[in-house]
């Protein structure tokens, strides 16, 4: 697989505990409430046992979080407000707070909504990048609902047939509840991958898949370094591209939010824009035989011979799910770049080190 970690000399190795304790502290020391430390870190530690360390999306965050609680992008504590609520949909003002928090506030409404009215959308506006999807579609598939969460992004990606970025990796969650086995987990950006990742390669010297990005004229590469500035590529081609805007329409046109070129863009002021989604799977059949159906399927797909022996074919969030169980033994990776930045941080908010 492309994310797996090639050169282990880059990475330390933690107990799931110590970061856990590590994360909250450090959020706590810039103000934030127990409620947020407990979210974020839960988050972040979700997001460290599924992904690869280069794709940043665990312990890594906390360098913008402390930036921005710092210069008032984030606001610890916000006074988030509902400015919109029905039966099956509602919007909230998440006045600039955490967007892991506002995100599952969000899909715990539309959750509740869900159970009354079968389906239920909740929006919010006003946030901040609000984690790994797949972490808030699986809030819902923990109460026997199917999750959606989506968000739009900083614009990194160009119209199809054009080189001038105005929409974000813009990434999804899709969680369907199991009564008897792990949820089937979908979490993808809507790019074949991100700059991150992109930062990752060139850092270890190896070229990049040429599917990722163009330069900034438009070209193929296998450079990180010479696409650095140009947009990264949509999923599937023209596809991803139109999930993008569709997204888009969503999270940020539909919610008040910003969008396109203009989200993300200002630093004390990113007003991201989410949708969460949450639908009761036995809205138009019984539980049982919703279940049993999904089985079925889930049979057929399972039964499905492999090209490749070795590498049977896998549902949706299984891969991430056994990465988890194996970190849970072995311990999460983390750049050792990370960590050797994050010492003098921690040092200074008076929190212990890693």
Do not use: C
């Not at 008040?256 to 138009?284: K, W, Y």
């Amino acid at each position: 697989m492309a994310y797996e970690i090639q050169n282990t000399a880059l990475v330390n190795h933690y107990p799931l505990g110590r970061l856990r304790s590590f994360v909250s502290d450090f959020l706590r020391a810039l103000d934030a409430s127990p409620e947020e430390a407990e979210i974020i870190s839960d988050g972040l530690m979700t997001a460290a046992q599924w992904w690869h360390p280069g794709q940043g999306q665990g312990i890594e965050k906390l360098f913008r979080y402390k930036r921005r609680l710092e210069n008032g992008g984030i606001v610890p504590q916000a006074s988030m407000r509902w400015l919109v609520d029905s039966p099956a949909y509602a919007l909230l003002d998440a006045a600039k707070g955490f967007g892991y928090v506002a995100a599952q506030r969000a899909m715990l409404r539309a959750i509740v909504k869900a159970k009354r009215s079968g389906i239920a959308m909740v929006g919010v506006r006003g946030s901040n990048h609000f984690g790994i999807a797949g972490y808030h579609a699986l809030t819902a598939a923990k109460q026997g609902m199917i999750g959606w969460a989506m968000t739009n992004a900083a614009a990194e990606m160009a119209p199809w047939g054009s080189a001038q970025v105005v929409l974000g990796t813009n990434p999804w969650g899709i969680a369907i509840p199991r009564s008897r086995d792990a949820a089937i987990v979908l979490d993808m950006a809507l790019t074949m991958s991100g700059k991150g990742m992109m930062r990752w390669y060139e850092r270890e010297g190896r070229p990049m898949p040429d599917d990722w990005a163009l330069t900034p004229i438009g070209e193929k590469t296998t450079d990180p370094a010479a696409a650095m500035a140009g947009p990264l590529l949509p999923i599937g081609a023209y596809k991803g591209y139109g999930l993008s805007l569709f997204t888009d329409v969503l999270a940020g046109v539909m919610t008040g939010a910003l969008f396109g070129r203009d989200v993300f863009q200002e630093e004390t002021n990113f007003d991201v824009g989410h949708m969460l989604v949450a639908i009761d799977p036995s809205a138009l059949l019984p539980a049982a035989e919703v279940e049993a159906r999904l089985e079925k399927l889930v049979e057929q797909v399972k039964a499905a011979p492999p090209i490749d022996p070795a590498r049977p074919v896998m549902l949706p969030g299984e891969v991430e799910f056994q990465r988890m169980a194996e970190r849970q033994k072995t311990g999460l990776p983390v750049a050792r770049e990370t960590v050797a930045k994050l010492r003098p941080l921690a040092e200074e908010l008076g929190v212990e080190p890693l």
